[in-house]
């Protein structure tokens, strides 16, 4: 073939042979990467099976391997020094992130290294913020950077509260269903722990918290506890007053020897009403909470649009 009507064809079809050697340069550098990936994988499969995976993102040689050894040993210095404090205020923080549902051993740990945290790091925000806004070498810089360092202080133990104050709601809400399926578990002849253990299963879509501390009222039963005991460690946890006067029932019930449907019954009307009765309160409250808003944002408004006609007339003498 003669030299020039091949370089001739070439000219002609130089697009298509500049796409067919992009696509096996593509194509080349993919396999020859996906060679490489697959060669490290097997590595470190290999060196995860002796327990020497230092190249991973967690292998001992890594900065983030060395931070989280550094944070679980202050977590773990912190567990066993408030777990010695059998005081009554650590009793109280433990009942309360009990009632939070934090079941974590950790927790109070977590909690003291938060506020710290909080604290400490507010307050030095506002050290490092405050000069933007000229407000350094001033008395009232350090009474901010002293605020801020005391609000950080408070922050976990408003969203503690916070967290409590939610999982009572949904415990309140729940408790009048939960007392009715074990009326119904009890006139079918269901055990109390058969009852609990049901109950949990059935409530653990719409009560997650509540089916949780059922269930735990449970295995306090199968590990050897009484029911009044479970029972009453079921009320702390809940936080509620109905849950402890429902392990006071079962408890005087037991004692007396009456029936515990019965009680079971007539104490479960009792929750229905008081649920009825919290819905009124709220819906009969609502008027009088709408009223700041409706006098704020609405009645401006309507005053502006029935005056404002008026007031161009007034202004334009135009009637």
Not at 129 to 149: D, E, I, N, R, Y
Not at 157 to 166: E, F, H, T
Not at 304 to 314: A, E, G
Request: some cysteine; charged content about 20%; proline content about 4%.
């Amino acid at each position: 073939m003669d030299p020039s009507s091949t370089i001739a064809m070439i000219g002609d079809n130089a697009p298509m042979m500049l796409s067919v050697l992009v696509f096996l340069a593509a194509g080349t550098l993919a396999f020859a990467a996906m060679l490489g990936f697959r060669a490290r994988e097997a590595v470190r499969r290999r060196a995860a099976r002796v327990g020497v995976d230092d190249g991973a993102p967690m292998g001992r040689r890594s900065l983030r391997y060395s931070g989280v050894r550094v944070a679980q040993k202050l977590v773990d210095y912190a567990t066993r020094h408030y777990a010695s404090v059998d005081s009554t205020d650590m009793k109280v923080l433990r009942r309360r992130l009990v009632q939070a549902g934090i079941y974590d051993p950790h927790g109070a740990a977590y909690f003291f290294i938060a506020r710290g945290i909080a604290a400490v790091g507010l307050a030095a925000g506002a050290f490092f913020g405050l000069p933007v806004f000229g407000l350094s070498g001033k008395t009232s810089f350090w009474l901010f950077v002293m605020a801020a360092g005391v609000v950080g202080y408070l922050v976990p133990s408003l969203y503690l509260d916070r967290r409590i104050a939610a999982k009572r709601l949904e415990h309140q809400a729940g408790f009048p269903d939960f007392m009715d399926l074990l009326v119904v578990c009890a006139d079918a002849g269901l055990s109390m722990e058969a009852s609990l253990d049901r109950i949990g299963r059935e409530l653990g879509v719409s009560y997650p918290s509540l089916a949780a501390n059922i269930h735990m009222a449970n295995l306090e039963i199968r590990a050897g506890r009484t029911m009044t005991e479970a029972l009453e460690h079921l009320g702390d946890r809940l936080g509620l007053d109905e849950a402890r006067s429902f392990a006071t029932l079962i408890a005087q019930s037991d004692e007396l020897g009456s029936s515990i449907g019965d009680a079971l019954r007539v104490y479960s009307d009792d929750m229905r009403h008081k649920r009825l009765s919290r819905a009124e309160e709220k819906a009969y409250s609502l008027p009088a909470k709408l009223a700041v808003p409706m006098m704020v944002c609405i009645f401006p408004v309507l005053f502006i649009v029935i005056l404002c006609p008026v007031i161009v007339r007034l202004a334009t003498n135009n009637w």
